[in-house]
């Protein structure tokens, strides 16, 4: 996407020292651009950890370039199966994750000469950031029917789009999940606003999708995450388009907190609620996200405070009283009865376990 009329993706490998991997520090916008070098395999797992990148997608490309930087530190087999367990322990709840680290693993162990090794690990991962931005304008494409079709029965009014957290270009590599069917909309001229959820404690929506949103011009307002519902019964909501960190085979959708509850909204003032999201974000293994996908639990410290920018510096203040607790969820999950359809790179479905099955029937097997 564009950033100041420049192209950027998320991710990259230095052109003047290849060995070097190269990221948006994400946590400095929309304030300050910050790019980030990673080292080494420890750096990408702290990039992931701290959440320096974020997002299913990204997390994924990030893990696979940290088996790539492993493997310029260490071959040995023992040294890569650590690497990537290390990786794997960053953030639980995203499938993009295990994925990638499972996917760079057999690659590499598959070869023995050492040079090799470091040569598959940076192909891997290479061809995984290609896939990733593939899925995601294939996304964008299938997303955009159904934003054409409301746009249609508007007599061409701006269609009025709520997302939730950040599921655009910045959680992926290029174009987004959610908001690649946005991205579609706007360039083939079909008139659109977003309400942008704020998304705490973290902000992701207040401060990267409108970031986003307002480097490519397109029209938003951001809000609390608890005016949703209000806007949906006011008939202000045309469609909600969120993204996934892990989806079940029946449907069931992680994704950041707070979805649950738009999507309980849109449930019960017949607005359509889409999930758009990767067939890497699927996991076949599972087939009830309420009881089996694990949720990452964050520090009380990201409720606690905020960070803003005060004119000329990033600050953080202090909320809530000193000796008051607090409970920091980082997901939650939305049943699939509540789901209208997932948006992926292969079509849209329903969001159910013959919905699914009948765009990736490779998974049948799994059964």
């Known amino acids: 996407m564009l950033v100041h009329g420049k192209h950027f993706r998320t991710i ?7 060995t070097q991997v190269c990221v948006i520090d994400q946590r400095s ?5 910050r790019v980030e070098t990673l080292q080494s395999v420890s750096d990408a797992a702290r990039a992931i950890r701290e959440m320096h990148v974020r997002g299913a997608p990204l997390i994924g490309v990030t893990a696979a370039f940290g088996i790539y930087l492993a493997t310029l530190e260490s071959t040995s087999n023992a040294f890569l199966q650590e690497a ?14 295990f994925y990638a680290v499972d996917r760079s693993m057999r690659a590499v162990l598959a070869v023995q000469e050492e040079s090799a090794r470091v040569r598959i690990a940076r192909q891997t991962a290479l061809e995984m950031a290609e896939e990733s931005v593939e899925h995601c304008r294939k996304i964008g494409e299938h997303g955009l029917s159904l934003i054409r079709a409301i746009s249609q ?11 939730h957290c950040n599921a655009g270009w910045l959680a992926c590599i290029d174009y987004g999940t959610a908001l690649a069917p946005v991205y579609q909309a706007w360039s083939e001229g079909i008139p659109l606003h977003v309400w942008v959820d704020e998304t705490r404690p973290r902000n992701q929506g207040a401060r990267l999708t409108a970031f986003e949103l307002e480097q490519q011009g397109i029209p938003h307002t951001v809000i609390v995450d608890n005016a949703g519902g209000h806007l949906m019964q006011q008939g202000m909501v045309d469609l909600v388009l969120v993204g996934s960190d892990r989806t079940t085979r029946n449907g069931d959708v992680a994704n950041k907190i707070g979805t649950y509850l738009k ?47 005060d004119g000329r510096k990033r600050r953080e203040v202090q909320l809530t009283p000193a000796g008051s607790p607090a409970l920091n969820f980082g997901f939650d999950i939305t049943p699939a009865r509540f789901v209208t359809g997932l948006i992926t790179e292969r079509g849209v479905c329903s969001a159910s376990e013959n919905g699914i099955l009948g765009l990736f029937p490779e998974w049948k097997r799994d059964i």
Do not use: M
Not at 84 to 97: C, E, F, I, N
Not at 301 to 308: L, M, P, R, T
């Open 29 to 33: 916008l929309p304030f300050e651009w």
């Open 153 to 163: 029965k508007k007599n061409g009014k701006a269609v009025n789009i709520l997302t």
């Open 263 to 309: 999507a309980l909204a849109a449930y019960d003032n017949q607005v359509p609620f889409y999930v758009a999201l990767p067939g890497t974000s699927i996991d076949p293994a599972l087939t009830d996200g309420v009881r089996t996908i694990p949720v990452e639990r964050r520090g009380e410290e990201e409720v606690k405070a905020i960070e803003g920018w």
């Open 12 to 18: 990259w490998l230095d052109d003047a020292d290849p």
């Open 84 to 97: 990537g367990s290390w990786l794997k322990q960053t953030r639980p709840t995203a499938v993009d994750l």
